[in-house]
């Protein structure tokens, strides 16, 4: 990183660390579905990490949901960078009644990188142009993945 990036680094972190943590939990549960996820918020979207367990599967997921992703429609790219480092570009399902994406199974080196990150910077393209972005704060991301691993029994570890 260079100097300017790194300065802009710590303005993003020191701006947006006071907005929240993600230290909020929720779960929900149908005869075939079971979720769990820790969440934070920024202005009017949420940003969740959390996982499913079904008879057969169990696996991780990353959400958005906003208002401003309601009249998104088609495939939607949904891209990811931890403290300004390369994005991970992730296919995304959408809900659009819900203003809600979801991505299933993210990648273990993305997940190690939210485990040891301080922000996430999020966004979404429909059809390559940009629908929504966002910055979110990853403290708290160790506790909760801790909680996610053990809520899920999952297969794999991200700690």
């Known amino acids: 990183m260079n100097k ?5 680094f710590i303005i993003l972190l020191y701006s947006n660390f006071s ?13 075939i579905l079971q979720t769990y996820e820790h969440y934070t918020k920024n202005d009017s979207s949420t940003f969740a990490i959390g996982c499913g367990k079904t008879k057969e599967n169990n696996f991780l ?10 009249k998104v429609k088609g495939v ?4 990811l960078s931890v ?4 994005s991970y570009n992730l296919k995304a399902g959408f809900h659009p009644n819900e203003s809600t994406i979801y991505v299933t199974r993210p990648p273990q080196k993305l997940m190690q990188e939210i485990k040891k990150g301080h922000i996430a910077d999020i966004e979404v393209y429909s059809k390559n142009k940009l629908v929504f972005k966002s910055i979110y704060s990853l403290s708290g991301s ?8 053990e809520k899920c029994a999952s297969p794999f570890n991200v700690l």
């Not at 300017?4 to 802009?8: A, L, R």
């Not at 160790?142 to 691993?149: E, H, P, R, S």
């Open 4 to 8: 300017k990036q790194i300065i802009g």
């Open 19 to 31: 907005v929240a943590n993600l230290l909020s939990w929720s779960n929900s549960y149908t005869p």
């Open 61 to 70: 997921t990353l959400k958005v949901e906003s208002k401003k992703l309601s």
């Open 76 to 79: 939607l790219e949904f891209n």
């Open 83 to 86: 403290d300004g480092a390369d």
């Open 142 to 149: 160790v506790d909760a993945l801790n909680m996610i691993y």
